[in-house]
Every structure is written in C-alpha cells, then in structure tokens.
C-alpha cells in the first residue's frame, strides 16, 4: 500500500530536477557591467555597436570579460567595480550623447541556463541599494491646463468664424464667454459645439450679459487625467534614461501616482533633481516698443507691467517684457541637440520641431520679420528667457537654432531639458524609501543568515527527535526551499528582506506538516498498527489537516497581498508560494522517499522514526 | 526519543474557566494599554522621515541633536540603531518642506560636523500615505478575519469558526497590546507579522478541531461526553503542537537573534504570537466551543454514511 507508480516518481524526480535547474542561477552571484543603450529610436542596439564599444575598450585597455549584446542593449562584464567605473566613463565620453552608458550587474550564471529562461531573481531595493518614490500626479492641475488650452482653443474659433464676444476667461475649472446678445450666444454655442464636442456647454444671463459656460465632459476629464499620467510616465522615463541606470522601473499605481525605483542609484539629489524638474519651453514675441522705452521698463521694475506683457529676465540679466500670448510650447519639440553656431562658433541648442510647430513657427516668423522672439524656459515655476533674437528672415521647416550666451555646458543642459520634454501635470514624491549599498550588502547577510541558522537548528532537532523520518523531512523541507526559490525565480520576482523572512517563516510553518505526519505515524504504531499500515494512516490522515491549516494560512497571505503595499506584498507573495510548495513538498516528496525506502519491504518490523512510548506495556519500541 | 509520555487525557475542560479568566485579564490589560498608552506607530503609519546613518567612530548623539534643531527640527528623535556608530533619526512631518530636499539638508548639516558620515536608508512617508497604509491594515485585518471564519464554517461549523476567530484576535489584540505596553515601534513589517500569525495560530484550533470532529464520528467513542471528547482532541495533538511551534519558533528566534535590527521587532511580534498562539488556540478556542454547545449532531451529519477505510483506530 506504500506504493508509487512509476509515473509519481518520475513526475517527483522531473520537478525537483526543474526546481534545482531555476534556483541554481542565484547562486553564481552578480559581476559588474556597463550596459550601452541607445538612446532613440533610429539608432539600433546591433553588432556594430557591439564592435564599437569593444574597439574604444581595446584601445582604453580596459579588457571586458565578456560583451553580450541583446534586444535593446550592449552589455560588457568587467573583473572588478574599478574597471566597471572607469569603463563607463570612457564608453560615456566616447560614444557621446546618443547612449545611454549605465552600470549595471549581471548574472554569473552560465548562459545554457539563461537560454532555458532560468535567470536569478532580481534584488529588491533594500538588498541591493538603490532609491524608491512614489510620486502623485496633481491632476487638478492637468485639468486646468487642459482647460486652458481648450479656451485657446475656443477663441480662435470664435474669431476664425468672426462671432464677437465681449470676454473669455477661465474661472476656475470652467470657461467662461461672454456675448452682448443672445443670437451671437446662440451663433458661438453653435460653433463651439460643433468644433470642441469635449465641452458641456450651458448658457446663462446676467442682466445684460449673455454668457456661456462651458466645462470638460466627465469623459474628457478622465482622458486628460489618463493622458496626463501617460505622458508623465514618458517623460520620467526620458528624464531617467538621462541619469543612466540600469532597470529603472516606473510605473503606474491607481488612478494618479506614479512608481520610480531605480536600483544602485547613489547620487539621490540628483536623482530627485533631474526627477522633480518641471521645464517647459516657451516661445512669445517680445514687446519690441516697451522693451525699447527705458521708461516702461523702470515702470515695469517697479512693478507696473503694461497690460498683456510679462516682465522677465535676460540670462545677461537685462529685463525685456514679453506678450503673454505664447506662440509655442514644449510639446511641439521633436527633438533637441546641443551644438555650436554655424557662423559665430557660439554654443548652440538645435531643436527640430513636429508638422503643426514648424507650421506655426514658419507663419509667425514670416509675419513678424524684424521683430525679437523669445524663447522661455520655465524651471521650478520660474521663467527665464534663454534667448531673444531677431527674426532676420521667414524660418520655414521646423528647425530652429537657439544660441546666445550660453556656456558649452549649459547648451548641454538646456538641450536634455527641451528633450525630456516637459511633465503634463506637477508631481510630487510622497513616499521615499532609498537604501545604501552597504546596508543593502549587510540586508543580505542578515536575511541569509538567519534562514540558514533557522533551518539548521531545526535540522538538527527533527533528526535527532525522529531519526530517518526526521532527515526524510529535512530532505523535503529542503525541496520546499528548491521549489520556492525556484518559483520566485521563473516568476522574476523582486527579492526583498522582508521576502527572504518570509522565505525563513514558511521553513518555519512548513515543517508542520512533517512534524504532523510523523507524530500521526507514531501515533498509529502506538497503538499497534503495523509499520505499514502506520506509515499508510499517518500520511491519508494528516493530508486533510494539513490542506486545512494551509488554507488558513493562505488567507491571511492573500490579504496580505492584496492590501498590503511595497515590502509587505514581497513578504506575501513569499508566503503564499511557500504553502502552496509545501503542501506538496512535504507530502508528496516525503512520502516518495518513504515509500521508495520502506514501500517494497513485506515484512516491516520497525521503521526508523526515533522512540515510540506506548503507555499500557513496553512491548519494545521501534528505534 | 519522545518526550511526550502522556498515559491518559489532561482534564484540561475541568480548567476551562481559569484558561479564559487569565485571557480576558491579559486581554483586559492590552486593551486598557491601547487605549491609554497607544501605540508607537513608525513612520510608515504617521508619515515622517526616518533616516539611518552611519559614522566611522561612536556617533555624538547630542551633536546630531544641534544639527537636527539649526534645521528647525528640536522634536526629532535622536537614537543609536544597532551599535554605536549607527544612528536613527526620525523627523515628524512639517508643512510646506519638500521631501525631497529635507534629506539633503540634514546630509550637509551632519557632514559639517563630521565629513565622514555615510547615509545608509532614508524613509520618508507622506501624510495621506501614511493614513492609507493604516487604512488597509485595518482592512486586511478585518479581510483576514472574515475569512478565516467563514472558512472554518464552511469545513466545519459556525461554533467552530467564532471561537478560532475569537480566540485569534484575542492573540492579536495581546501582540498589539505587548507593542503598546513596551513602547516598541510598530511598523508595516510588524503589521504583516501580526496577520501571519493570525493565519498561522489558527492552524492549532484547526488541528484540534479536526482530531474533535475524528472523534466526534467514532464509533467506539460513544460514550465520551463532549468535554472528556475536547480533552482527548487537545492531549492527543499536544505533542505535536509543541513540536511544531518549537520548530517555528526555533526559525523566528534564529531571526532574532541574527536578523539585525530591521527584522527584530517583526520576530518579535512572531515570538509573541507563536507563544500565546499555542495558548490561545487550544486552551482559549475549546472552552468556547464547549460553551457554544457543540454536539455530535454538529459534525455527524456529512459522516452518516460511513466510509469503508475509517475504521476507527484511534483509541
């Protein structure tokens, strides 16, 4: 009756031999790389790159270990961090602006088993340094400037299809015309509702004043919030791809905030720099006859601004007022280079506008021949105007030279701002979690250690207390750890210190089933049943109490996962994949070795599960 | 070896009443400490700014403390963290500064003093993030226990299921309490250590209630009246109640000891749940069952037609 067929054994041995093969590559541990990634999408990750990075590292004399080249990146191995560091500096200088040069770590494991999908898991923030936020998006904010270009929006047609009004402005998330009449109300709700099917639109009178207001519909509202979380996402991702790091994670959680982890990450200043930065570019015409009028500019210093212009700084400092009507924004930017000035040599930005801003911007010149533009550039809430030169000719096919007392350095920096684009909405981190590389070094000792001690203590008491059957246990809570590390592995999960006590909680809570088994057998000899028939009960009773125990278990995990946030979820998911291993680790794979050790023998006297006391006569006890 | 040399059941039903007399004491005091104590919620439920740092030589607590009040902050709690060298700092949240930059400055304030201190972990949590972890802490915990009642009713009986559920939380109350009492910070880690072992003790009435519903639908043991059946049910699984917990507890105390301080209060909190889980689960949750007046016909019923393998034999 303790008997497997063939089958059970073989499906036992192939689960195991899977389980060994995934766990394995987390033991080979990490080397230091450089991964070399290109930074737009004309420019391909392919053997020539691969060939170059090998050609500047020859000859830096800097020999890599092993360059391995993948779908979207170049990878070099290094012997030590040293030459790692020193690697990346040289890739940086070498390749230029068009890559992004990061470290990284790779697996050591050999690549047989990395062809098979068996990879490491990854290393959770706190075990291997690196910096967690979790931003929120201010949506109201996205409204209002959606709104804001939707009032744009609603002028111009007005004024394309000549219907006067009297006034448009925006009140708070609302837009707000006003007519003199009702019909020309009732000309503009036409039109308005023709052209901008996103706005409610309802009408009100005030006395003399006909107006109309007009709000987002729920629908649009919502398309803005998701296309506001969307375009911030991409453009954190540029921002981050600009810091150089490996792995960066961003995603969305919930409806408005977003998740940026980036691992190894050291310098966290700067990371919360480049991340919190709100550039936004601008281009206005400048108010050639204010600017001119020494008059208006001092009346302007001290605060009087002539109606419809705004008052900023030159980079030299000298004051110019511009028109508050913008011309451009960020968002028609396609791309932007740092570079130098044809003629003069100065350093310059080249931007290379989309269809509809090199469609404006060639009107605008054409129009405006002789006159200064602006280009603004608003950091952190600030304006500043970068440049204003004259418009000496019409400037058709979107390409455009900023230039003008910049530094070589700051063209560099201006060009990565107009490039990464500008963020839909303001965000801010509300939560933080960043974790040195020495305490996330130490993470891993501790987490390891005490699993390892744990097991070892309970070990060395299971054999001790139940002789074979004990190491027979040991064996399969040995294959539970296999089999869960394995999971996690295929999984690609995210390894965290938490987890690993989880993984060290299921050793704990897993041993209960054998422990159960085991007293269930002696048990059943106590009270005569042969060997077989002990061995038989033992392992059909506990099954039940076992699923049960687990299920309670699992509840508690399944919660666990779902409402807890960040570690607690590692910990969770540990959890759960440890019961659900053990519950057939530890009956199934105990019981195979059971079976294969006592199942064949007719005549079982004893069987090997340390002293079994029976209370009523000492009819000699199985040793 | 076998350590559990019991010749006949322990009348542990003849103690029913002490067992629950000492619980609802202890249980009267965590609560009483809750209420009037509190709780010292770590910075994820409050939100805040936690930061470690490390120093080279044994760090000058009251130097820290200088810095922290030229930053504005004289309520920040200054302390080592493991050894010497280590420090926490925690600062409360303050209006108006930017995350962000907080953790810069209180960098530069402290390498004034020392240029070679090193920052190790920074956490900072906002306020309604801080509210939100509680939210669903209290949630989970709620979640958990539905569940585990309404699965205990469905595998056994309803009677089953309350007193677990009863007993459990009164686990969890006294864990909760034991936070209280002490001072310890309680933080996320702590929470999901808290509802782990409320899935984990639960195993123990499980087991019990298991060996009470085996014996329930014996034959041979007709004639036990329901307490002498609970006191066979407990004494019969006691051994491997110990055995099991010693083992768990042999793990959580290898975290203890080795698991440095970021583990310690989360192992702690199992330490106290293991210990009393054992307590709670079979000597708190059969009384109630007892009183909730469990019988035969309770768990007889899906049993009538007896399976041909159950034979009985058990004694």
Not at chain 1, 77 to 85: H, I, K, S
Not at chain 1, 99 to 127: E, F, H, K, Q
Not at chain 2, 38 to 64: S, W
Request: hydrophobic content about 45%; aromatic content about 8%; some cysteine.
């Amino acid at each position: 009756m303790n008997r497997y067929s063939f089958w059970q054994y073989l499906l036992i041995a192939a689960t195991l031999v899977l389980g060994l093969l995934y766990t394995v590559p987390n033991f080979f541990g990490e080397v230091p790389a450089v991964q070399v990634q290109p930074h737009r999408a004309a420019l391909k990750a392919d053997a020539a790159l691969m060939g170059r990075v090998e050609d500047i590292l020859r000859k830096g004399s800097l020999a890599p270990t092993g360059v391995v080249l993948d779908a979207t990146s170049v990878k070099a191995r290094f012997p030590d961090t040293d030459a790692q560091l020193k690697a990346k500096d040289l890739l940086q200088s070498q390749l230029g602006e068009d890559y992004v040069v990061a470290l990284n770590l790779l697996s050591n494991s050999p690549r047989w088993l990395a062809t098979i999908g068996a990879l490491p898991m990854y290393l959770g923030l706190d075990l291997r340094g690196g910096v967690h936020f979790l931003m929120q998006v201010d949506m109201k904010a996205a409204i209002a400037k959606k709104v804001e270009a939707t009032l744009n929006d609603v002028r111009g047609n007005l004024r394309e299809k000549r219907i006067q009004y009297t006034g448009i402005a925006r009140e708070g998330q609302a837009i707000v015309v006003r007519f003199r009449d009702a019909a020309m109300r009732e000309k503009g709700l036409q039109e308005i509702s023709r052209t901008l099917p996103d706005l409610e639109l309802k009408t009100a009178e005030d006395g003399s004043e006909f107006r109309i207001v007009a709000t987002l519909k729920p629908e649009a509202q919502k398309k803005t919030q998701e296309f506001s979380l969307q375009q911030n996402i991409t453009t954190l991702r540029n921002r981050i791809n600009e810091l150089g790091v490996a792995e960066p994670i961003i995603q969305q959680q919930g409806a408005d905030r977003v998740v940026v982890q980036l691992p190894g990450v050291q310098d966290t200043a700067k990371a919360k720099d480049i991340l919190g930065r709100t550039a936004t570019l601008e281009v206005r015409m400048v108010d050639d006859d204010a600017t001119n009028n020494p008059a208006v500019i001092q009346a302007a210093l001290a605060g009087q601004v002539p109606f419809g212009d705004e008052l900023y700084l030159e980079r030299g400092g000298a004051p110019v007022l511009v028109r508050r009507q913008v011309v451009l924004t960020g968002d028609r930017i396609n791309d932007a280079q740092p570079g130098f000035d044809n003629q003069t040599g100065e350093p310059a930005v080249h931007i290379n506008l989309d269809g509809t801003g090199a469609r404006i911007f060639h009107q605008v010149t054409r129009e405006n021949v002789g006159k200064r533009m602006a280009i603004l550039l608003f950091e952190k809430g600030k304006g500043e105007v970068v440049t204003a030169p004259v418009i000496r000719s019409e400037i058709p096919g979107g390409r455009v030279q900023i230039s003008g007392r910049m530094t070589t350095q700051e063209a560099h920096d201006v060009a990565l701002l107009l490039r990464a684009g500008a963020l839909a909405a303001p965000m801010e981190i509300i939560e933080e979690r960043t974790v040195g590389p020495s305490l996330g070094a130490e993470n891993i000792r501790i987490g390891f250690h005490s699993t390892w001690y744990g097991f070892a203590a309970i070990s060395v008491y299971m054999i001790v207390y139940y002789a074979l059957f004990g190491v027979i246990s040991i064996v399969a809570l040995t294959a539970n750890v296999l089999f869960l590390v394995a999971l996690l592995s295929m999984l690609q999960a995210t390894l965290t210190l938490p987890g690993m006590a989880g993984i060290a909680l299921t050793i704990g809570m897993a041993i209960d089933a054998n422990v159960l088994i085991n007293e269930r057998i002696r048990e059943e000899l106590r009270n005569g049943n042969t060997p077989q028939a002990a061995i038989h009960a033992g392992y059909d009773r506990a099954w039940g109490t076992i699923l049960d125990s687990n299920l309670t278990t699992l509840i508690a995990g399944v919660f666990l996962f779902l409402l807890g946030s960040g570690p607690v979820k590692g910990f969770a998911v540990v959890l759960c994949l440890g019961i659900l291993t053990s519950q057939f680790s530890a009956v199934m794979v105990s019981r195979a070795m059971v079976n294969l050790y006592y199942g064949s023998r007719r005549r079982l006297e004893k069987v090997s599960i340390g002293q079994v006391w029976r209370p009523q006569a000492n009819r000699g006890a199985g040793a | 070896m076998e350590w559990f040399r019991i010749k006949r059941d322990i009348p542990f039903m003849r103690y029913a009443l002490i067992f629950n007399v000492i619980s609802l004491v202890t249980f009267l005091i965590a609560v009483g400490s809750l209420a009037f104590r509190g709780l010292n919620l770590g910075v994820d439920f409050t939100g805040g700014t936690v930061m470690e740092v490390a120093y080279a030589q044994a760090a000058e607590l009251g130097k820290i403390r200088e810095s922290m009040a030229r930053l504005g902050f004289t309520d920040a709690s200054v302390q080592n963290f493991g050894t010497s060298r280590d420090v926490l700092i925690r600062l409360p949240l303050k209006q108006g500064v930017s995350s962000a930059k907080l953790s810069e400055q209180v960098m530069q304030e402290l390498r004034k003093d020392d240029a070679r201190v090193e920052m190790r972990r920074v956490e900072f949590v906002g306020p309604q993030v801080g509210r939100e972890l509680l939210e669903n802490g209290a949630l989970a915990l709620l979640f958990v226990s539905l569940g585990i009642v309404a699965y205990l009713a469905f595998r056994f009986e309803w009677k089953f299921g309350v007193a677990t559920i009863i007993a459990n939380l009164h686990d969890t109350v006294i864990i909760v309490g034991c936070f209280s009492i002490f001072q310890w910070e309680f933080s996320l880690p702590v929470l999901a250590a808290v509802l782990a072992i409320l899935g984990y003790s639960v195993n123990e009435s499980v087991v019990v209630f298991d060996r009470v519903r085996e014996v329930f639908r014996n034959r041979r043991m007709r004639s036990l009246t329901v307490p002498q059946i609970i006191d066979h049910a407990i004494t019969a699984t006691m051994s491997r109640t110990i055995i099991t917990h010693g083992c768990t507890q042999l793990m959580v105390c290898s975290m203890l000891v080795f698991g440095g301080e970021t583990l310690f209060y989360f192992a702690l909190a199992l330490t106290i749940g293991i210990l009393f889980g054992i307590y709670s689960s079979v000597l708190v949750a059969s009384p109630i069952v007892m009183w909730l007046g469990v019988s035969r016909e309770d768990l007889a019923r899906p049993e009538a037609q007896k399976k041909p393998g159950e034979t009985g034999a058990v004694v």
